[in-house]
Structures are given as structure tokens and as C-alpha cells.
């Protein structure tokens, strides 16, 4: 596993404007976790980013220098989760988890699948069960990723947690039952038609009718009886009474005089 150093700054102040703030620094806010108590720290981001990025350096195993004037000191830590923006990916938060040497941590870690699978070769599908792993082990154990692999897999097999042989001082917790990979059978031309003439059916009976939707405050008017479509909700026209009033003027010029 990897071995990395980082320098992090005890902070005095929490909440959500101290955290902008460190962000706008490009720090990113942090929180220390040891034996049920926590506390607060900021990081360089781009110092974080970097263990994150390499292989391995989410179960990095860190020593920790903190600055600060009571708790100045190293400590070796474990990085337990972490935070990004969903928008722009940059880190936003990370929280560690102090660890000892000699005590044994419970950690993720993530499955690597290996070998071509005698299945797929016969035309069968892949398909992913879990991605990772809970395990047991000291920190100097803990492993990159466990690898799983698949070459004797046939179709309609499947491969458990159960089947999987944990790396030396590693122990698995996770749910012997649980499926890591299957395989399943190939779909026929026949069947892959059949599904493929009945997706627009089934798309163009499940379509919403599309209906206009009314501005607050704006009055439903409900149509007359027998009406259809647009003339159901036009209103009728009043008679324009300035142009009546012409025609009975233009009537009166055309009576004969007695």
C-alpha cells in the first residue's frame, strides 16, 4: 500500500463560511477521527488531490503532521471518506480516521476482476455483483484492491465472496453469499428482435399527454358543452357597438324623405 506524508492545520473555527473561506484558499476543510472524538483541520487541496488520484491512495496509509499550538504532532491516519463537488469534481471535504500500528481497522476495498471468463468467450454477458469488499486487517495490510478472477466462470454461473481467497493478514466481512460476478446466458436474435419491436410500443403507450400548464393565478376556463378543441376555449366575441351604430346611421340617410 501506499505511504504518503501531509501537513495539515488545526483550525479553531467551524461552520460553513470558515469552510468557503478555506475553499477559496485552496485548502480544503478536513476532520480527524480518533477513538470517538474529532478534530477540526484544513489541508492543502491540491496536496489531497494528488494522493487521490494515484492508484491505491484512497486506502493510502498518511502521516499526518499537524500544526497548531496544542496539537502539534504527528499522527497516522487512514483517509475514511471524502467529498466532491458534482458540478466541477474539485474536492470539497475529506474526513480521516487516526489509526495505530498494531490495531486492526475495518476498511473498504474496492474488487479488481481478472481473466477472460470462458463464458463470455461462449457469448455469455458479464455482469458486476459488488465492487467492493469490507475487510479487516492493520493498516500496513491493507490491500490496493483484492483481486477476483474469472476465467473458469461458465454462463449461468456465478462467482461469491465465499469462493474468493483474501490476501495474508486479511480477512474478509463481508457476506460470504454475496455475488461478486455472474455470467449470463447470451440473448438470441429472435428474443433481442422481439425486445426491440415491443420497446417503441411500450414507449409510445407509456407517453404523457403533454398538457399546458396554467400560470398561478391564471383562471380555468371549463369549455362548453359539445365543443372541441380550440373553440371549446375561445370566448365568444361581443358585437362591436361602434360599427353597429354606423349601420343604423347609414340605414337612416338611405330611407326616402316624405
Do not use: W
Not at 475553499?23 to 483541520?41: F, N, Q, T
Not at 419491436?197 to 358543452?225: D, I, L, N, R, S
Amino acid at each position: 500500500m501506499e505511504r504518503v506524508a501531509l501537513t495539515a492545520q488545526v483550525r479553531e473555527k467551524v461552520g460553513k463560511g470558515v469552510a468557503r473561506g478555506l475553499r477559496r484558499e485552496k485548502r480544503v476543510p478536513a476532520v480527524l477521527y480518533s477513538h470517538g472524538k474529532s478534530m477540526p483541520i484544513s489541508m492543502v487541496n491540491k496536496d489531497v488531490t494528488k494522493i487521490l488520484n494515484i492508484e491505491g491512495g484512497e486506502h493510502a496509509l498518511i502521516n499526518l503532521k499537524l500544526e497548531g499550538a496544542t496539537e502539534a504532532g504527528e499522527r497516522m491516519a487512514l483517509i475514511k471518506d471524502y467529498q466532491v463537488d458534482p458540478l466541477s469534481g474539485a474536492l470539497i471535504h475529506l474526513d480521516l480516521m487516526e489509526v495505530a500500528m498494531n490495531e486492526k481497522v475495518k476498511i473498504q476495498v474496492a474488487v479488481h476482476i481478472a481473466g477472460a471468463s470462458i463464458g463470455v468467450k461462449e457469448g455469455g454477458i458479464f455482469q458486476y455483483g459488488l465492487r467492493t469488499l469490507e475487510v479487516e486487517c492493520l493498516p500496513t495490510h491493507i490491500p490496493d484492491n483484492i483481486e477476483v478472477n474469472i476465467t473458469n466462470l461458465k454462463v449461468n454461473e456465478s462467482l461469491h465472496v465465499r469462493d474468493i481467497t483474501a490476501p495474508d493478514g486479511v480477512r474478509i466481512l463481508t457476506d460470504g453469499d454475496s455475488t461478486v460476478a455472474t455470467i449470463q446466458p447470451p440473448i438470441s436474435e429472435a428474443k433481442l428482435e422481439q425486445m426491440l419491436a415491443a420497446a417503441p410500443a411500450e414507449a409510445e403507450a407509456g407517453e404523457p399527454e403533454v398538457v399546458g400548464k396554467k400560470k398561478e393565478g391564471e383562471a380555468e376556463v371549463a369549455p362548453a358543452a359539445g365543443a372541441k378543441g380550440k373553440e371549446a376555449a375561445a370566448p365568444a366575441k361581443e358585437a362591436p357597438k361602434k360599427e353597429a351604430g354606423k349601420d343604423a346611421a347609414a340605414k337612416k340617410e338611405a330611407a326616402p324623405k316624405k
